[in-house]
């Protein structure tokens, strides 16, 4: 069974920091999802991570994939208040459904 | 404009009382897939439809049914809701086959309370 772990699952962090989510995960899996949540919100598509050393990046996001690993991380560079949010990690379990990490609650603090 | 909507966003219910929550996407997605979310647990998925006529368990599929019976609709059916059903819902779909990233794309989610 695919177990997806994320952590921290809460990070505050003053603006113009540097952090990173870390994304692990139990059963090979080549695809994987990052999306970001605003409260009261829908799911936004961040990056799709389709293999083994991919890496996107978006403004002052970074996500890389690790396969081997079964490692993905999302970097963030120089946080911004509008950063504030909860990031969720999502890894693709047979094509059939997808397998969520619990989220990180990102505060970004000024 | 490409997207998912579902419908009511918002529900207050009792005990027992039928309802359905209506998911509709206007993409041509092959799969759609119906998701709850619980404080702590992310999102965990309920069924899932490759195709029309074609629906599968997910991971918490108790208490739920699902049907597809059209290409864009896959209506979430909770014949007799209980408190342990509230929750927040989202509908999801994606297209399959191909060059396809099996991306999903959320609904904006149903507010779910059951009393």
Redesign the interface.
């Known amino acids: 069974e695919l177990k997806?772990e994320q952590n921290p699952?809460f990070l505050s962090m003053q603006e113009g920091k540097n952090y990173t989510i870390y994304c692990n995960y139990s059963t090979t899996s080549d695809?994987l999802?990052w999306?970001r949540q605003d409260p009261g919100?829908?799911?936004e598509?961040l990056f799709?991570l389709?293999s083994n050393g991919a890496v996107k990046q978006e403004g002052r996001l970074m996500a890389s994939l690790d396969t081997k690993a079964r490692l993905s991380t999302l970097h963030i560079t120089a946080a911004v208040h509008d950063l504030s949010a909860t990031y969720?990690c999502?890894v693709?379990d047979s094509?059939?459904?997808?397998?969520?990490?619990?989220?990180t609650i990102l505060r970004v603090k000024s | 404009e490409a997207q998912v909507t579902q419908n009511p966003r918002y529900l207050i219910t009792v005990t027992g009382k039928k309802l359905t929550v209506t998911c509709s996407q206007n993409m041509n997605h092959e799969y759609m897939s119906w998701y709850r979310q619980d404080p702590g647990l992310g999102l965990r998925q309920i069924y899932y439809s490759m195709n029309v006529e074609a629906t599968d368990k997910g991971d918490v599929p108790e208490g739920y049914k699902v049907s597809r019976k059209e290409k864009r609709n896959f209506p979430l059916i909770l014949e007799s809701p209980s408190p342990n059903q509230t929750s927040l819902y989202f509908c999801a779909s994606s297209p399959l086959g191909g060059t396809s990233s099996y991306e999903q794309y959320f609904g904006p989610g149903t507010r779910l309370t059951v009393t």
Do not use: E, I, P, T
């Open positions: 997806v699952l695809r999802y999306y919100k829908s799911l598509s799709v389709l969720f999502a693709d094509g059939n459904k997808l397998v969520f990490g619990a989220g």
